[in-house]
C-alpha cells in the first residue's frame, strides 16, 4: 500500500499527500493532471523531480558539461566537456587514464554513480577554467545526491555523495552554479538513448 502520494497539476503546482483522499480533492476535476502513490518519500520525491523539470531545449550559456552512461557495453563512462562539446577531462585527468573517446571509464559501477562522479569532474574543470557555471541532465544527482540528500545501501556512493556535496557547497560559496540542462541540448551527451548517434 503506498504510503503517500505525489501529484502534478496542469498549472506545475504541485506536492504531496499522506493519503489518497487528500490527493482526489487535489487533481478531481484537473484535466490532465497527474498523480502517483509511493512507498517512501524519496521515490515520490525523485517522481516530482523528473515530471516538473523545465525542459527548455535551449543550451544555457558558457560552463561545464557532464554526463555519464554505458551505451558502449564496457561500463560507465563518463564525460566532461565545454559548451562546444570540447573535452574537458584532458585539464583535471591524465590522458592515459581516459578512453580513446575521451571518456572516464568506471568498472562496476552504476550509471548513477557515473553522474555523480561527472559532476565532481565538471566542478574541478570549471574551477580549473575559470568558470562559474556547471551543467548536467541527472535530476537525481543535481537536486538530491549533491546536495546530500541521498539514502542508500551502497557505500561508495554514499561516500561521493558526501564529498561531491562539500565540493559543491565550496563552488557555491564562490560564487559557482550547478543547473539542469535537457539531454538532448547537452554538449557532454554521450547519445546512448539516440537511435544511431555515436560519440
Not at 20 to 27: M, P
Not at 112 to 119: D, I, K, R, V
Request: with cysteine.
Amino acid at each position: 500500500m503506498p504510503k503517500l502520494y505525489a501529484f502534478i497539476l496542469p498549472d506545475g503546482k504541485n506536492g504531496m499527500c499522506h493519503s489518497w483522499a487528500d490527493c482526489e480533492k487535489k487533481v478531481k476535476g484537473a484535466s490532465g493532471a497527474k498523480y502517483r502513490g509511493f512507498k517512501t518519500s524519496e521515490g515520490a520525491e525523485k517522481w516530482l523531480a523528473e515530471h516538473t523539470r523545465n525542459l527548455s531545449l535551449e543550451t544555457p550559456g558558457e560552463g561545464i558539461y557532464f554526463d555519464a552512461g554505458t551505451g558502449r557495453g564496457k561500463g560507465v563512462e563518463v564525460r566532461v566537456t565545454d559548451r562546444d562539446g570540447k573535452n574537458q577531462l584532458l585539464l583535471i585527468q591524465p590522458s592515459k587514464s581516459l578512453t580513446e573517446h575521451g571518456t572516464l571509464l568506471l568498472n562496476g559501477r552504476t550509471n548513477n554513480y557515473g553522474e555523480l562522479q561527472g559532476l565532481a569532474l565538471a566542478i574541478d574543470a570549471a574551477i580549473h577554467r575559470g568558470m562559474l557555471h556547471v551543467y548536467g541532465d541527472s535530476v537525481l544527482v543535481l537536486d538530491y545526491w549533491s546536495k546530500g540528500q541521498v539514502k542508500i545501501d551502497d557505500k561508495d556512493t554514499m561516500k561521493l555523495a558526501m564529498l561531491v556535496a562539500g565540493k559543491r557547497k565550496r563552488f557555491e560559496k564562490r560564487g559557482g552554479s550547478v543547473g539542469y540542462v535537457p539531454g538532448d541540448v547537452n554538449p557532454a551527451d554521450l547519445g546512448f538513448h539516440r537511435v544511431g548517434r555515436k560519440k
